[in-house]
């Protein structure tokens, strides 16, 4: 068996001006590093053999903090960065639309596999670079336990691998929320999905 674990990254500056960040980058806020302080509590007994995740620095840093001075190896996965917005990377969905500019964007976030904002990538892309990660991942983690850091559309592209495909996975996943996939040979079970019952309600927050 495997066990698979998911997770997003903590909140960012970008998040609180729900500004599209894409393959772009914010930096974590106080309250982003306080979830992924409070993950890393509900984690460290977990004995994680290896943690995966997206190169971008949102996620480094919450794979960082997870890990603390634990002896764990940290592996940077390109196929999991966010998906790219394209030019409407650091604008918000309200600033784009004023300009008549942006509908691909609700397009998107409601699951059109095939439209894409100019300069970025489809979900189809997103979904087929994805799902090649995790088929390798998956083939050299047999009898292992693995974290993925990621972002909200990535995972949903995550969710949709072990759904087998079955519709577009809606629901974002909550910063710093934990999610448990146990892997069988031909079957996967979920355990738990977007967890955060470990983050204090007063930082459980986020876009």
Request: charged content about 30%; some cysteine; glycine content about 10%.
């Amino acid at each position: 068996m495997i066990t698979v674990y998911l997770t997003r990254h903590g909140q960012t500056v970008w998040n609180l001006d729900k500004r599209l960040q894409g393959s772009g980058n914010s930096d974590l806020t106080d309250h982003g590093v306080e979830q992924a302080e409070q993950l890393k509590k509900r984690v460290d007994g977990l004995k994680l053999d290896v943690i995966y995740t997206s190169p971008l620095e949102r996620a480094r840093k919450t794979a960082n903090i997870i890990r603390g001075n634990r002896n764990i190896e940290i592996i940077e996965v390109d196929a999991f960065k966010e998906i790219s917005f394209g030019e409407y990377e650091g604008h918000t969905e309200e600033e784009l639309l004023k300009v008549g500019r942006g509908k691909e964007i609700k397009e998107i976030f409601n699951g059109n596999m095939d439209i894409k904002a100019p300069g970025g990538e489809s979900l189809i892309n997103l979904y087929d670079r994805v799902g090649e990660a995790l088929e390798n991942i998956l083939k050299n983690s047999i009898n292992k336990k693995i974290l993925i850091v990621a972002h909200g559309m990535t995972l949903k592209a995550v969710m949709n691998y072990f759904n087998k495909g079955n519709g577009f996975y809606k629901e974002i996943m909550g910063q710093a929320s934990l999610t448990k996939i146990n892997c069988y040979k031909d079957e996967f079970q979920f355990e738990y999905i977007n967890d955060t019952s470990h983050i204090n309600k007063k930082i459980n927050s986020g876009w």
